[in-house]
């Protein structure tokens, strides 16, 4: 899948879509950004996961205040399911974090992270911030409101009631209101005091709405004197789109949950309660119109030393902006270029400076690009780039030198660009950069609740681009530095213009195709190890390193690759010990005195920048005594999981069954039914499926229902007798589990399963457990977590003719992939019943 840029997502940015697509704004984008630029105030929303943020109050804040606003979200979203695709953990975090990006390109904020990692869902914060590293959050919210700044603050949750919602959402509340006190007090984290200085927000407010509530009932009766209504239904002409439009466009990106967002149109309010700081309500709500969470707040130029003057010259061109001809301005903006190089304020210089270099390209049709001949280079490699510069204006303007990071100049001539006429430059550079690429959070192994990140990049939403070039270009009497990414791209014959970025590859990657690989007898198997080059013309050696008590043969394996891109599978046979043994198969390859360990993974599409990540090359070994009868299964595909491939490595013959043709003919040819997760929230077909099902059971077949959340289902009537979903979950993979009907089929045949068959689980026991069903059901398993009521929902059989029907809310969607040998045996079990 590629990226395809679509009318509807054009409309805000100055930035595009993708990191490193060129800017084209049209005039009205250049006046909505002017507007922008006399604006001198910062707002923050605080919260804990991509899409928790509140778009309509971030697109408020930025299009309709004109504030510089920006989300900061403790986590990347890494604990979550994806319904796009089978990423999960790291990879999924990437995905969303890109997710993220894109949602603030879109409705005109900015994104910043803290280390924090999401492990998943939890009960309480004082669980979360055991897990997260308190100390260690709480200074990455520090640094975040130091470096950024913000006036006001917002928190999208309650930090008041601990224990009634998500432990990571009320701990991003709780660090965020703690945090508050301590980023003006020098003595509280030093080392970004030193970086940034102190600061002190004025005022924060908890995003609040009738749902913290409990109902809109009492909401209504709620005391509201410290609480204020935004209106936020703007209708922004210049943009031609309503706050609510842009705002469900943003939340559309996060498409790896299923959010896609339908514009609204009309009046709407949001409202916020006032938690501390310095505010009058009286003040901020004396104009008659919707309160302003600025009020008191000088938010003018004048707020700098020196900032009046600049305020005098950009007021008049916003109130008088020339629609046909934005170039007109350049005169006046250059002066006020100056004026802003000459700021004391080091903070608000370098936003503002940046704000109006880009002002001037725009209002200039200035555009300037660098695209290398590839997509790819290794450490300190070399590549060709084509440079293309064009003044589209009358305007005099000088590209005086390009430079690359190192400060080497280039060898392309100092030219005049000449009022619409193309200027283009080819040369070759070797990067001095050897560093490979991928997002710097993933670059160390972290902990449960932690990524580890270099001090300079913390907080940044993704990696900056490994290649940069320096353009200098001299307007009248002003010299001003643009810095553009170094590019890839191409044609492509549908899509047309399609860019990449350029990163840095290692010479070779390996990857073992299967990340988990199952060995249910002691009988050897022959186990693929691709080896990709980087580079042309590369060749060396490569051994498998495995845990003690397996074999592997031959010792190491040759290769030899022509092309870049080039693979080549060499095969190992590894040999597994008789008793139940785990550990990690990791290739190693080896070039010279080389060593290169990481496996290359992409993520392509076509709402996000195309991704490269390296991470460990590995495969999970497992050897499981693990028995099963029945031998077909047919698996009808929900939201992107890997049991498939998971049941294949343990002997079963695993066909995917296309919803549509869902008959009853078609499933009696297979011994057991799976249902993937949340396929009734995601397939449409399976409301008109039930009777294919029960009379499948009726005659004697097992059907497996995964777990689905009790929201949005395409049907209620999942089951052959009444069942209800909950939001019940278990979070702690730690927790004790009872058996609840130990004599029971599914706990005793083909695989005796114990309480130590639930050791080594990981995240999570399970979720979304129906907490009412009918007697006809058989609850097999007990658990709960800490201080919390024993739930029997997580395992349900029943008996249904001749066959028999399973719902499980366990996460075998996770301990499967993750090669848990009691979440295989207990797995084989469902699959056998009735067999």
Same mark, same amino acid.
């Given at each position: ?63 309709? /205040? ?54 998943? %869902? ?214 006020? %270029? ?16 940046? #704000? ?27 590549? #060709? ?95 001003? *530095?643009?810095?553009? *990414?170094?590019?890839?791209? %191409? ?222 289902? /395409? ?121």
């Amino acid at each position: 899948m590629r990226y395809i840029l679509t009318l509807l997502v054009l409309f805000i940015y100055s930035p595009s879509l993708l990191a490193q697509q060129p800017q084209k704004p049209t005039t009205s984008e250049i006046y909505h950004n002017l507007q922008k630029l006399n604006f001198v105030g910062s707002a923050m929303y605080i919260a804990a996961h991509p899409d928790d943020e509140n778009t309509r109050l971030i697109s408020y804040l930025s299009n309709d /205040v004109k504030a510089r606003t920006a989300y900061l979200s403790l986590t990347r979203g890494d604990g979550g399911q994806n319904l796009i695709g089978p990423e999960i953990r790291e990879l999924l975090g990437v995905i969303r974090t890109q997710e993220l990006i894109a949602a603030r390109k879109t409705d005109g904020g900015e994104q910043l992270f803290t280390r924090a990692n999401d492990f998943g %869902y939890s009960k309480h914060p004082d669980e979360t911030l055991a897990i997260w590293n308190k100390k260690e959050v709480l200074s990455d919210v520090v640094r975040a409101i130091r470096k950024f700044k913000p006036d006001i603050i917002i928190n999208r949750f309650n930090h008041r009631n601990p224990g009634t919602t998500h432990g990571h959402h009320t701990s991003s509340a709780m660090l965020s209101f703690e945090a508050f006190d301590l980023v003006g007090n020098t003595a509280e984290y030093p080392e970004t005091v030193k970086q940034f200085g102190a600061w002190q927000p004025k005022r924060l407010f908890f995003n609040t709405s009738w749902w913290f509530y409990g109902s809109r009932e009492n909401f209504e009766k709620a005391d509201k004197s410290n609480i204020l209504e935004l209106e936020t239904g703007t209708y922004y002409t210049s943009l031609g789109l309503s706050n609510g439009e842009i705002a469900s466009l943003s939340r559309s990106m996060h498409k790896s949950q299923g959010f896609g967002s339908t514009g609204s149109r009309g009046s709407a309010t949001e409202y916020l309660e006032f938690l501390k700081g310095d505010f009058s309500k009286e003040e901020a709500t004396n104009n008659g119109s919707s309160p302003d969470l600025f009020a008191g707040i000088n938010t003018t130029w004048s707020r700098l030393d020196g900032g009046k003057e600049i305020g005098a010259i950009l007021e008049p061109l916003e109130e008088n902006f020339n629609f046909k001809n934005p170039a007109s301005m350049l005169p006046d903006l250059l002066k006020v %270029y100056e004026l802003v190089r000459q700021l004391e304020d080091d903070h608000w210089r370098t936003i503002k400076k940046a #704000q109006l270099e880009q002002l001037i390209l725009d209002c200039g049709g200035i555009f300037l690009e660098a695209v290398a001949n590839t997509n790819s280079i290794n450490p300190k490699g070399s590549y #060709q780039v084509s440079i293309e510069a064009i003044n589209r204006s009358n305007y005099p303007v000088v590209l005086q030198s390009i430079k690359t990071q190192d400060g080497t100049t280039l060898s392309t001539p100092v030219t005049s660009l000449l009022p619409n006429e193309r200027s283009t430059f080819e040369t070759n550079i070797t990067s001095s950069n050897k560093k490979v690429s991928t997002p710097y959070w993933l670059n160390e192994k972290g902990s449960l609740g932690m990524y580890k990140a270099p001090s300079p990049l913390i907080g940044k939403p993704e990696t900056p681009a490994p290649e940069k070039l320096l353009f200098t270009l001299q307007l009248g009497r002003s010299q001003i *530095d643009i810095t553009r *990414d170094v590019v890839y791209k %191409y044609n492509d014959p549908v899509d047309g213009e399609v860019y990449q970025p350029l990163e840095i590859v290692p010479e070779i990657t390996t990857s073992i195709p299967e990340k988990v690989l199952i060995f249910a007898d002691d009988s050897p198997k022959q186990i693929p190890v691709v080896v990709k080059a980087g580079k042309e013309n590369i060749s060396g050696f490569i051994q498998l390193n495995h845990p003690d008590g397996w074999t592997v043969s031959p010792a190491q394996q040759t290769f030899e690759l022509s092309q870049k891109g080039e693979e080549k599978t060499v095969l190992f046979t590894v040999i597994p010990p008789k008793e139940q043994s785990e550990g990690f198969l990791k290739p190693l390859a080896v070039v010279g005195d080389v060593f290169y360990d990481k496996e290359l993974f992409t993520l392509d599409y076509n709402h996000i920048p195309y991704q490269r990540v390296l991470l460990p090359s590995e495969a999970k070994i497992v050897r499981i005594p693990i028995e099963k009868k029945g031998e077909h299964i047919g698996y009808i595909e929900g939201a992107g999981d890997a049991i498939p491939e998971s049941l294949k490595q343990i002997g079963y013959q695993v066909t995917t069954i296309v919803p549509n043709e869902i008959t009853l003919e078609n499933l009696q040819q297979y011994d057991a039914i799976v249902v993937g997760i949340r396929a009734y929230n995601t397939i449409p077909e399976l409301a008109f499926k039930q009777n294919a099902f029960r009379s499948y059971t009726e005659n004697g077949g097992t059907l497996i229902l995964q777990y689905n959340t009790n929201r949005r289902m /395409v049907t209620e009537d999942i089951a052959p007798y009444p069942l209800k979903l909950s939001r019940d979950r278990v979070t702690d993979e730690f927790s004790e589990v009872k058996l609840l009907a130990p004599k029971h089929p599914v706990l005793n045949e083909p695989n005796i399963i114990t309480e130590a068959d639930f050791e080594g689980w990981v995240q999570e026991r399970g979720l979304y457990f129906p907490n009412e069903w009918d007697a006809k059901f058989t609850p097999i398993l007990g658990m709960s977590d800490e201080n919390s009521t024993e739930t029997k929902g997580s395992l349900l059989v029943t008996k249904h003719g001749k066959g028999y029907y399973i719902y499980t809310g366990l996460s075998f969607f996770r301990e499967l992939p993750a090669g848990v040998p009691g979440a295989y045996r207990l797995f084989a079990n469902l699959l056998s019943l009735g067999n």
